[in-house]
């Protein structure tokens, strides 16, 4: 079991200080992720669950080198991040890539599409134009749009379509592991399902293993095949998704369970 997990946290704690008191004076340690330990399986849909302020966006960044933790280790195909030499953690970088939550911030809409989605090809030095070309064009229409949107702009298109630009640009690298951190809740419920599906055929075709962040336990069950629910930068149950939503151990899962619209 141990040698297919592509992905692992190890007891990460971050902290975060905030100024309190009637003047700021006074300084708060908020505990964003305390003793974090998760594993995500190659090929499979890792779900991170929770209310906003649980952790889970952070735990997100973590693993993703994004954002500096106080302790802890991330291992990449068994490898710590920390000990890679230049060289091998650029290559571990490539082939972790993010989804972003609002397909409307996280494109630059003074750039053309296809400068969008090369931009990665670029930083890691990948084939000539012609050839990032032409793999940008494939990606868009593997997303389900043109290979001609290469010369358009962001604004020019919808929302679904721009969340589906931001999948190409995050699987043009053809990356192993995929953070999507809530990548449907900006987008209209007829469009979620749309993108929930792109992204589980994607997962299939091109051997992708996901970490799924989201507050939305309707959509889990959908695409996920383990779950880990956190609450105030703690994880308070993890395992498999269908066992936690039969028989949940926790009150708090169990409220976020009966919070979902038509559950009891």
Do not use: W
Request: overall charge positive.
């Amino acid at each position: 079991m141990q040698d297919s997990i592509i992905l692992e946290a190890r007891h990460l704690v971050k902290q975060y200080k905030q100024r309190s008191g009637s003047f700021g004076f006074g300084q708060t340690t908020i505990n964003a992720l305390d003793d974090v330990s998760v594993a995500l399986k190659k090929g499979s849909t890792l779900a991170v669950v929770g209310e906003s302020g649980s952790g889970k966006s952070t735990l997100a960044r973590c693993l993703l080198q994004l954002h500096p933790f106080d302790s802890g280790e991330v291992l990449f195909q068994g490898q710590s991040l920390a000990k890679l030499d230049s060289k091998a953690l650029r290559q571990a970088r490539k082939n972790l890539q993010m989804v972003f939550q609002d397909p409307f911030a996280s494109l630059n809409p003074r750039m053309r599409v296809g400068d969008i989605v090369a931009e990665g090809l670029l930083v890691h030095s990948l084939g000539n134009a012609n050839e990032r070309l032409q793999k940008v064009q494939q990606m868009l229409e593997r997303v389900g749009l043109h290979a001609e949107d290469v010369k358009k702009y962001p604004h020019q298109f919808s929302g679904g379509q721009r969340q589906r630009i931001g999948i190409a640009r995050a699987l043009v690298l053809e990356p192993e592991v995929v953070v999507c951190d809530e990548p449907v809740s900006a987008l209209d419920v007829s469009v979620q399902a749309q993108i929930l599906l792109l992204l589980k055929s994607l997962q299939k075709e091109m051997n992708l293993s996901y970490i799924f962040i989201t507050h939305d336990l309707r959509v889990v069950r959908h695409v996920a095949d383990e779950m880990v629910v956190m609450n105030k930068g703690k994880i308070v149950e993890q395992g498999d998704v269908n066992t936690i939503y039969q028989s949940p151990q926790q009150s708090y899962t169990r409220d976020l369970l009966k919070a979902i619209p038509g559950q009891k």
